[in-house]
């Protein structure tokens, strides 16, 4: 008998995951629910960031840093293109040491999934490369916070981008 409610109980988990995952999967990310993976515009917009990070690596002075800034994903024209660009500016602060600097750069949304790849050019310092995962929805579907993750060897980090 535990065993059979073992396994009654683990059915029952199992269809509740589902059912949660359909009614909800398909109004919070319509794109991807659809199958068609998730065009630059869905994670184009205006967001305030910021993070954490450590310089790791021979290039640079190994050591910690936060971050925080105004990022614009703005998608290249076409309905369903997988790139965009990207512009704003960020205030660092390296052990002491504070710098301003505006930056932009380019965006790719991976096709089949939502998620994506930044490129990062700053007025001054180094190129960065992250990962952008869109973590947070709007009831509409529309991404409301990305977290972006530093893929360089040369850093450690994480930002955080919520809507404006």
Known sequence: MKTRLTVVTAATLTAVAAALFVSFGNSARPVHAAGGGCPASYAAGFFGFSGDALTTGTSFVPGPYATAGVISLAAD????????????????????????????GSYAMV???????ATIIPSSGPTTHFDL???????????NRIRFVETDSHGIGTLVADAF
């Open 111 to 117: 096709a089949a999934h939502c998620y994506g790849l």
């Open 77 to 104: 024209p076409g309905v369903t293109t997988l790139t965009g660009t990207i512009n704003g500016y960020q205030t660092i602060n390296n052990r002491g040491v504070v710098t301003r600097v505006d930056f932009t």
């Open 133 to 143: 995962v869109p973590i947070g929805w709007t009831n509409g579907g529309i991404p």
